[in-house]
C-alpha cells in the first residue's frame, strides 16, 4: 500500500516581548516607521526573552502541534529542526528538542539551510515516511531567535528580524497529502548575508573573542526573490503535473510584503491565496512560514481539505525550496 505524508496539525510560539518601529528610532536616531510600513509590510516584532533560548521556542510550538494532532512526545519517530540561530554550534538543537518534550522514541537531525530549511525539512520528512514504515509522526520545526544577533544601531538588520517558532507534525496516510518539491541554490552569495563567525573559518569561545552579529556585508539585487520565485513555482507545478491556477493557498518566506504580493501577481494568483504576519511579528526566518500557516489556520483563513497548498522559501546563501500538498487536516 502506498504510503504518503499528510499534514496533520501546525502550532507556533510567539514570544511575548514586543518592540515596534517607533521604538526602533531612538536607537537609529531617525524615523524609520512609514517608511518600513510602506515598503516591506513590518509593524512590529518580537523579541526572545532573556531567559529563553531557540530550543524553548521550538518545543513550545511543537507542544502545540502536537496537541491538536492528538500525540504524545513517545508517539514521535522524527523531530527535523529548521533553524540557523541553533542553541550551539554543536549538538543539534534537534536534539535538545527532544529531550525537552521527552520524545524518547524519536530520533533527530538539524537543517541549516537559512530561511529556506522549514521547506526543505517538509521535504525530508515526507520522503521518510512515504518510504520507510518506521517513520509514521515527524515533527518539522522551524525556530529562530536571530535577534541575539542583531546589532541595534545597524539599521539594514534590526528593523527586520524577530523572533518566533513555527510547527507541523506529519502522518503516514493512505491518500495523497505530499505531492512532490524542489529546491535550488547559488552558492556566489554565500557571503553576502549572514553570521559570519563561529565556524572553522573564525572559531569563537575566548574572552577576547568579538561579539557574533549578523551582517549584510554586500547587498542582494532587490528583485532577487521576484525573479526566483516565480520560476520555482512553475517547475513544481510542473514536475507535479498540475497549473499554477491550481494552487488553492500559497505560502511564502515572510520577509517583504511587496514581494509577495510582486510574486502573486507575476504567477497571476489572486491576493487572498496567501497570509502574511510580518507586520505583527516582523521577519522570523526559517520560522516564518510554518507561523504564517498557523495563524491562518487560527484566524479561519486556512486551507481546506482538498486544497492544493504551496510553500515557497529562500534564504541566505542563496537557497530556495519549494513543496506541494493536497491539505488533508480538519483544522
Request: charged content about 20%; overall charge negative; aromatic content about 8%.
Amino acid at each position: 500500500m502506498a504510503r504518503f505524508a499528510q499534514i496533520v496539525s501546525t502550532g507556533r510560539y510567539v514570544p511575548e516581548k514586543v518592540m515596534t518601529n517607533a521604538e526602533l528610532e531612538p536607537l537609529l536616531g531617525e524615523s524609520v516607521d512609514q517608511w518600513l510600513i510602506d515598503n516591506v509590510g513590518i509593524r512590529e516584532r518580537r523579541l526572545i526573552a532573556d531567559d529563553e533560548v531557540t530550543s524553548d521556542l521550538a518545543v513550545a510550538s511543537a507542544l502545540e502541534a502536537m496537541e491538536r494532532g492528538g500525540v504524545g512526545p513517545e508517539d514521535l519517530d522524527l523531530i527535523i529542526m529548521a533553524t540557523d540561530t541553533p542553541d550551539y554550534v554543536s549538538p543539534g538543537t534537534a536534539s535538545v528538542v527532544q529531550y525537552k518534550l521527552g520524545a524518547s522514541n524519536a530520533g533527530t537531525f538539524d537543517l541549516n539551510s537559512a530561511c529556506a530549511a522549514w521547506v526543505i525539512g517538509l521535504d525530508q520528512a515526507s520522503r521518510y515516511i512515504a518510504t520507510d514504515t518506521d517513520y509514521n509522526n515527524v515533527l518539522v520545526v522551524g525556530a529562530y531567535g536571530m535577534t541575539r544577533y542583531v546589532d541595534w544601531t545597524d539599521k539594514r538588520t534590526c528593523t527586520l528580524f524577530g523572533d518566533g517558532a513555527g510547527a507541523v507534525l506529519l502522518r503516514a496516510g493512505d491518500k495523497p497529502g505530499w505531492l512532490g518539491g524542489n529546491m535550488h541554490a547559488d552558492g556566489a552569495f554565500h557571503d553576502y548575508m549572514g553570521v559570519f563567525i563561529g565556524g572553522t573559518v573564525a572559531p569563537t569561545g575566548g574572552p577576547d573573542s568579538p561579539r557574533q552579529v549578523l551582517e549584510i556585508r554586500k547587498r542582494f539585487p532587490p528583485d532577487t526573490n521576484n525573479k526566483g520565485w516565480p520560476p520555482l513555482v512553475r517547475a513544481l507545478m510542473q514536475k507535479i503535473g498540475r497549473s499554477v491556477d491550481e494552487i488553492d493557498k500559497i505560502y511564502f518566506t515572510q520577509l517583504n510584503l511587496r514581494t509577495i504580493e510582486y510574486v502573486l501577481d507575476d504567477l497571476g494568483l489572486p491576493r487572498e491565496k496567501t497570509h502574511t504576519i510580518m507586520d505583527k511579528w516582523g521577519y522570523t526566518g526559517s520560522a516564518c512560514m510554518p507561523m504564517a500557516l498557523d495563524d491562518a489556520v487560527v484566524e479561519g483563513a486556512g486551507p481546506q481539505p482538498g486544497d492544493l497548498v504551496v510553500f515557497c522559501g529562500s534564504g541566505a546563501g542563496y537557497t530556495m525550496a519549494a513543496s506541494a500538498f493536497i491539505w488533508t487536516a480538519s483544522l
